[in-house]
């Protein structure tokens, strides 16, 4: 059972972050999907999901990945995006420092260029290492990165903070960086 909710949270993922298409569905410019037009276009993509079940992983989520509109008839993922969508996130000031997990094959380049967002649309930070930790740890031995997030909030750079409690922002030049 966990295994299938697992199977089934990562579909969603793609779905609602990456890949809508996939299934033959549109999400509006902020991301939304309709729920029954979700659920029925999963369904008829021979993947069995029920609104309980969605309901279910919704709310247990370790991540809380997905969030419900008001009446909930709207679903969309709260951050992690690789399509366009406008989140319209608060933008809000940051703790002294937010961290990146990365691995040391990405290094050198991080060191000249900074974090860019990559295929996403913001580049992701925590505000733990913990949280970290667990990011990088997805593509090997972890190498956590310190950014000085006052730093560049006092010099305009802005940052975002998702309904999942994720750190966004556009770039992080090197200097910001330390290790
Ligand atoms: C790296 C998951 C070379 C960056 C996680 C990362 C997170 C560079 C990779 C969320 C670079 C991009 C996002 C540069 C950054 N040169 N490599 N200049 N700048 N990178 O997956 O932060 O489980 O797009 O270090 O938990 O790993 O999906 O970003 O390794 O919250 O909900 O390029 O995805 O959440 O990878 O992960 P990603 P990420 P979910």
Not at 42 to 51: E, G, K, R, V
Not at 107 to 112: L, W, Y
Not at 126 to 142: D, Y
Not at 166 to 175: N, S, Y
């Amino acid at each position: 059972m966990e295994k299938n909710l697992k199977h089934l949270s990562k579909f969603l993922s793609l779905i609602l972050r990456h890949k809508p298409e996939t299934i033959g569905l549109q999400l509006n410019e902020n991301g939304w999907a309709n729920v029954q037009e979700l659920i029925s276009k999963i369904n008829q993509h021979n993947t069995a999901l029920d609104s309980e079940t969605l309901n279910h992983i919704v709310e247990t989520n370790d991540k809380k990945r997905f969030a419900f509109n008001e009446d909930k008839t709207m679903i969309r993922a709260s951050q992690g995006h690789s399509v366009e969508v406008e989140l319209n996130l608060k933008e809000m000031q940051p703790p002294q420092f937010l961290y990146h997990g990365t691995v040391q094959a990405f290094m050198e380049a991080i060191q000249k260029e900074g974090l860019k967002k990559m295929s996403r649309q913001h580049v992701h930070l925590s505000n733990n290492q913990e949280t970290a930790t667990k990011v990088g740890s997805r593509r090997g031995k972890p190498v956590i990165l310190i950014i000085n997030a006052a730093a560049m909030h006092a010099d305009s750079y802005a940052f975002f903070l998702s309904d999942n409690g994720v750190w966004l922002t556009d770039h992080v030049p090197a200097q910001y960086i330390q290790l």
